[in-house]
């Protein structure tokens, strides 16, 4: 099992910056990719940054250039550095951990940006 605590959301004006995190806990010898999701109200879930453990990077095109995903392998945490937020970034981001066989969520952080 593994288990993934988020912490870093809160509510930010537009252009703000906001860092979130991600501690995850158990067994992580087979976690092989760790990433973060965003669930807006009355939009599909969809994946905002993942990492690999090669440290590979991926990322949806409409955070490209103000979003960092990392991770601190001796902390077992993962980072989303957020930074020119719009509005339309406002939602639960939610961590996710995927082994070959199986994947983990978090329980969400709230990220809310006023214009």
């Known amino acids: 099992q593994v288990q993934l605590v988020e912490s870093g959301g809160g509510l930010v004006q537009a252009g703000g910056s906001l860092r979130l995190s991600c501690a995850a806990s158990?067994?992580?010898?087979?976690?092989?990719?760790m990433g973060w999701y965003r669930q807006a109200p009355g939009k599909q879930r969809e994946l905002v940054a993942g990492?690999?453990?090669?440290?590979?990077?991926t990322y949806v095109d409409s955070v490209k250039g103000r979003f960092t995903i990392s991770r601190d392998n001796a902390k077992n945490t993962v980072y989303l550095q957020m930074n020119s937020l719009k509005p339309e970034d406002t939602g639960a981001y939610l961590c996710n951990a995927k082994d070959p066989v199986w994947e983990y969520w978090g329980q969400g952080t709230q990220v809310t940006v006023s214009s």
């Open positions: 158990g067994s992580l010898g087979s976690i092989n990719t």
């Open positions: 990492i690999t453990n090669g440290g590979s990077t």
